[in-house]
């Protein structure tokens, strides 16, 4: 016999036992994100690889090193699982005209795919719920990001997560920083890396957020780039942390802070956690005010983040945080053949008012349905037998708590159960 096929390495299930903590998480926020007034969009898997080499940047570790990118057979178009939402978000945006009217607040949900050597917290399947402002230019919708997450690790009772901030300022201030840098890390050439002499006249912004151990002095001494910022780019930070402070939202101003994306400007932000070990951040993003020109649009403003779900959910599963049960509330027990026609019917009444019910399948004896019925969970059983088809009635027993069990119709049944 052939070895039984497996997922592919970092490409996971969600079993049912763990469906109930996504399910909870996925309600809480879309909940969270209607209160804020923002709207989903939905955008394909699959997009021109074209699409991230521009927005997300050629010389960066997703675009050189981590995205599923093949050909298509049929026409030879370069296509690619996307690594990331930012991007698809505006290509839609842009292609439908979506800022013809008025600025977009949006958001979307799903899996990204991304190349990377599994650990936990870091998979080549994930997912990711992010937020975008589109068409936005102020730093009140920068802290409208930031506050309003805040409010979301309020709502999951997550309390070990920290806010660094920092500015990227305008292209003009990254152009003077960027040679700066390329002057500096080239004094000290012999302690590089790999990755770092190679990205050095590329996009040496990216030296700064190397995790190799033996650079942190190096980059720790690097230049700053808020000693470059232009006045407009260090008005718009000083007026996101105003807002900030008003709204006693604590952060750290990290001027090593640069993101992964070169599409960003201005504000970047990141939420990190000591819990999930080298994975510790749970949430990111920033401003990227050229994106949507970038691919091709209208030049308009823009900022958004994105958080990953399976880092947001581990931290969850360590504080032993359960979903709040949400068992049905009947079980139809049916013993005979007439019975079984008749259950079915009752089971259906009984939705029509709204209720979730369980319909016994696969036979035996009342006792063992009653078992079944028990450890479901289900508030009532819905008994049917030969005398209950023979009188047009079920009869209703309650299972968590006291009481006696009773014959009515299926509607009264129905009614007894919504009420």
Known sequence: MSNPIQAVRGMNDILPADAALWEFFEATVADWLRAYGYTQIRTPIVESTDLFVRSIGEVTDIVEKEMYSFEDKLNGE????????????????????????APQRLWYQGAMFRHERPQKGRYRQFHQVGVESLGYAGPDMDAEHIIMTARLWKLLGLEDVALEINSLGSSEARSRYRSRLIQYFGQHADALDEDAKRRLHSNPLRILDSKNPAMQSIIAAAPKLMDDLDDESRAHF?????????????????????????????????????????????????????????????????????????????????????????????????????????????????????????????????????????????????IIGDDEVAAGEVSVKPLREAGEQHRMTPAAAAELLAR
């Open 78 to 101: 370069r296509l690619t699982l996307r690594p990331e939402g930012t991007a698809s978000c505006v290509r839609a945006a842009t292609q439908h005209n979506l800022l013809y009217n």
């Open 238 to 382: 000083d007026a996101l942390r105003q807002m900030l402070d008003a709204a006693c939202v604590r952060y750290t101003v990290n001027p090593r802070l640069v993101r992964g994306l070169d599409y960003y400007n201005a504000t970047v932000f990141e939420w990190v956690t000591t819990q999930l070990g080298a994975q510790g951040t749970v949430c990111a993003g920033g401003r990227y005010d050229g994106l949507i020109a970038q691919i091709g649009g209208k030049p308009a403003p823009a900022c958004g983040y994105a958080m990953g779900v399976e880092r947001l959910l581990a931290l969850l599963q360590d504080k032993n945080f359960t979903p709040p049960a949400l068992p049905p509330d009947a079980y139809v027990l049916h013993l005979g053949e007439q019975a079984d026609h008749f259950a079915i019917s009752a089971a259906e009444k009984l939705r029509d008012e709204g209720l979730s019910v369980v319909l016994h399948c696969g036979g035996g004896s009342f006792k063992a349905q009653m078992k079944k019925a028990d450890a479901s969970g289900a508030r009532y059983a819905i």
